[in-house]
């Protein structure tokens, strides 16, 4: 399920494609055509599967990241349409997590979520294969074939994962999400799917932090990519050898 | 009043089984209100929350699954190893290696998030997965337990009974080696993490199956008024006593490495000498009552003697095993993740600090109908088949004399 | 899923069985048969007939396309099913016994579970989304005359 397939007949590509670019370019002119320009312009087309060609990172500059912000994680709830509550059984996809050294008291605060691993445990102990890694590194949950087990929040080094414990109702019809299934972020794939950023990114820059910089760690080209080869950046949990497409500059 | 109760079907008609059968469907049906209360509101009626993922029910699951795949080495004694005090013992062993594993695995299926998809996890394998592999193990022991079972009550098949009787031995041990690896292989988690887990759970599982089975044949010889021949007793009583002084070894040697390792000292004094229940029940559960205890009492000069020293030291292991498996499960669980080494850590989502867990009553019914189930199903096999040992004293005195 | 697909299949049948029984659905919609809304736009992606067998098998394999390898094409979404079928009344597919997709399905008998996980209503207007929304907004003007010149 990781490798990309081409769908399967192109005629029908074409006719897919010819209809996608009337029905884009009249929605476009009728709605928001400064908007959908950039959408067209710059993402893929939508009967295109993801490649491997790409790999979606991210890269946290903790010396920006400002103590007790959470802008990040409001952005996440209203975008993945979570509640926000944060009980023992609420999901949390990210959170802002404080730390402080033992022995020099230096402090940071950083925000945690789905590492987004090349070698995701997850994946490895999900007995139906609905835990999985996107050909582009996004890891996600299927969860048309997930049981509930938890037995990858059980393997999750980052404690990335949340299972809903209760029946949900009025979900954002772009993020399916319910009782039973276990879920984590998916780098907002709905939205990187038509080349946005993560809501977490968006809303880390509109606070003007801009601690957050995401993108494709293949293109060199990319801000994140150039990014993580100028500056010294580290994994959480970097001795597991997950190579994570989260990395962290300043801890 | 026990005595009254007979289990075999030359007893005739008794009130004893219908009571049995009435105890036991009292608690499933506990069970089942459980399980739809759960599907219907969710786990949020659970003391299971996104830290705790695997509570109550998982305990008495896993509990019953290694204890399940314990029970058949009596089986194994007998056939594979050719000891006749034990091939008489096979069928019973093989009966309640698969009532064991039947509850283990009911447990289990009532707890996942989509029991309705159940038809999934059959359908759709990832071979990365340990788990995914113990499912086929699972289902594996069904078929090769159930097949050694007719091989041993047909005459004609008897001759078989021996290759699938070591069949069933060499399955067994793989499927421990996959449970405990559930554990073991989780590599991120201080608890865990351990190649340990696998020959661990292999001899808590002998030490817990001799225990079930002795429990079970106490219980049956009781109600059929057949006095427990003391020879049965002394060698029995000596293998349990083996089972559980290994199962002790094991876990000191676990705890040895880990307080080698400086990266493992914060989670070997959370569990060893921390505040909270699983120091207690590590110490007082499975050390002292599963372990200590009952190897005073199999090597107390009476033991031989007495049936019911045994029956209770054999209790008192399935007592233990219990408070293993819940510090083993829970314990492994409230321990934090240190995302960060040599930084202390706080977050919304309860990082750095012992997770809590309080179970409800929901999950206790869950769990306990694993022992329902498995209670149930040996009930039944036993009063409509014969699974009562029938000891042919000669050949074993014999026996004993060779060695 | 191998046992829901067999379920609509099933429903597929019944359905079939319905069709032939009475040639007009909604013409003979005075006995218990569902009165099924009609959607939005002149016809939906493929004709009705076909749609009625065989929808959970188009939705099915858009789905896996969709989750495992970012396909978002509109054509088989249910998202698109969604913003084309939702009511009038209650702006939702599912929220009464009236409403497309739970007429049917409660007629037929077929249990769905769709609605666990995905919205019965169409995406909301929010003014702070743009690109969503326009994404959105491009819904309801898509199904059906382009859709169908593309198709010939």
């Known amino acids: 399920m990781n490798e990309p397939k081409r769908p399967e007949s192109n005629l029908e590509n074409g006719e897919r494609r010819s209809f996608l670019v009337a029905s884009a370019a009249l929605a476009g002119s009728a709605v ?23 790999r979606w990172g991210m890269l946290v500059d903790t010396n920006k990241c400002a103590t007790g912000c959470t802008d990040c994680v409001t952005a996440c709830n209203t975008e993945n349409g979570l509640s926000g509550k944060t009980g023992p059984q609420d999901s949390q996809w990210i959170r802002k997590v404080d730390i402080k050294n033992l022995q020099t008291g230096a402090q940071h605060t950083l925000p945690m979520m789905c590492q987004h691993c090349e070698h995701p445990p997850c ?40 299972f809903v414990h209760e029946p949900l109702t009025d979900q954002n019809p772009e993020v399916p999400r319910g009782k039973g299934c276990v879920e984590s972020c998916t780098f907002c794939v709905q939205r990187v799917d038509r080349d946005q950023s993560p809501a977490c990114v968006e809303a880390c820059d509109k606070a003007g932090h801009k601690a957050m910089v995401f993108g494709d760690l293949n293109n060199p080209e990319s801000d994140v990519a150039k990014a993580v080869k100028a500056y010294a950046t580290t994994e959480v949990r970097g001795d597991l050898r997950l190579n994570t497409g989260v990395r962290y500059q300043g801890i | 009043m026990a005595n009254n109760v007979c289990l075999g079907r030359e007893c005739g008609k008794n009130t004893g089984f219908w009571m049995l059968l009435a105890l036991g469907g009292l608690v499933m049906l506990g069970t ?128 078989w009974s021996k290759p699938v009787g070591l069949l069933a031995f060499l399955w067994r041990l793989a499927l421990t080696t996959a449970t405990g690896s559930i554990f073991g292989f989780l590599v991120a988690r201080a608890g865990y993490n351990s190649a340990l887990y696998a020959p661990m759970f292999i001899i808590y599982s002998f030490a817990y199956g001799l225990a079930a089975f002795l429990v079970v044949q106490s219980v049956m010889y009781k109600w059929n008024n057949i006095a427990m021949d003391e020879r049965i007793v002394a060698r029995m009583k000596n293998l349990l006593a083996v089972f ?98 040599g930084y202390a850590q706080t977050s919304s989502f309860f990082d750095g600090e012992v997770h809590s867990y309080s179970p409800s009553i929901w999950e206790l019914m869950l769990g306990l109908g694993g022992i329902a189930t498995a209670f149930l199903i040996t009930t039944v096999a036993v009063r409509v088949l014969k699974f009562l040992p029938q000891d042919d004293f000669k050949e074993i005195e014999l026996e004993a004399k060779e060695g | 899923m191998a046992r829901l697909s067999s379920w609509l299949r099933l429903a597929a049948l019944i359905g079939a069985a319905a069709v032939l029984a009475a040639p007009s659905f909604q013409a003979a919609a005075g006995a218990d048969k569902p009165k099924l809304e009609h959607g939005k736009g ?49 702006g939702s597919v599912a929220a009464t016994k009236e409403d497309f997709c739970a007429a049917c399905h409660s007629y037929a008998g077929v249990k769905l579970d769709c609605w666990d996980c995905h919205a019965t209503k169409p995406m909301a207007k929010q003014p702070g989304q743009a690109d969503a929304q326009a994404e959105v907004k491009a819904s309801p003007l898509m199904p059906n005359p382009q859709n169908g010149g593309a198709k010939q």
């Open chain 1, 32 to 54: 928001a055509p400064g908007v959908m320009l950039y959408g067209i312009a710059q993402a893929k087309p939508a009967e295109e599967a993801v490649t491997n060609k790409v």
């Open chain 1, 123 to 162: 994946v490895d102990v999900c007995p139906t294969g609905a835990s999985f890694k996107r050909a582009d590194g996004i890891v996600l949950v299927d969860r048309h074939i997930c049981i509930g087990c938890r037995y990858c929040m059980m393997a999750c080094p980052y404690k990335a994962r949340s």
């Open chain 2, 32 to 159: 089942l209100s459980a399980f739809f209360y759960l599907e219907h509101h969710g786990h949020i009626m659970t003391g299971m929350n996104n830290q705790i993922v695997w509570g109550l029910p998982h305990v008495f699951a896993v509990f019953l699954i290694v204890a399940a795949s314990g029970v058949l080495n009596v089986a194994s004694i007998g056939s594979v190893f050719g000891k006749k005090l034990y091939k008489a013992r096979a069928p019973l062993s093989g009966l309640l290696a698969l009532a064991m594993l039947a509850g283990g695995l009911a447990v289990l299926v009532l707890d996942l998030g989509r029991p309705d998809r159940l038809i999934v996890a059959m359908t759709h394998y990832n071979f990365k997965s340990i788990f995914a592999w113990n499912m086929i193990f699972y289902n594996g022991f069904f078929a090769i337990v159930g097949l050694y079972l007719i091989t041993l009550m047909d005459h004609k098949l008897k001759p």
């Open chain 2, 244 to 341: 559980v002084a290994a199962g002790l070894y094991f876990t000191v040697v676990l705890h040895l490495t880990n307080m080698y390792f400086a990266k493992q000292w914060e989670f070997e004094r959370f569990l060893l000498a921390g505040d909270n229940i699983y120091t207690t029940l590590f110490w007082l559960g499975q050390v002292f009552i599963g372990g200590i205890v009952p190897l005073l009492m199999l090597f107390s000069p009476n033991a031989a003697k007495s049936p019911a020293i045994v029956f209770l030291a054999a209790l008192l292991v399935l007592v233990g095993g219990h408070a293993q498996m819940y510090v083993t499960i829970v314990g492994g669980q409230a321990f934090p993740l240190d995302l960060f080494p």
């Open chain 3, 42 to 90: 002149d016809k939906c992606v493929e004709d009705t007939d076909f749609m009625r067998r065989n929808h959970m098998e188009l939705l099915k394999h858009h789905r896996d396309e969709t989750v495992h390898q970012g396909i978002r094409t509109t054509k088989y979404s249910l998202k698109q099913c969604v913003a084309c079928h939702a009511s009038e009344k209650t």
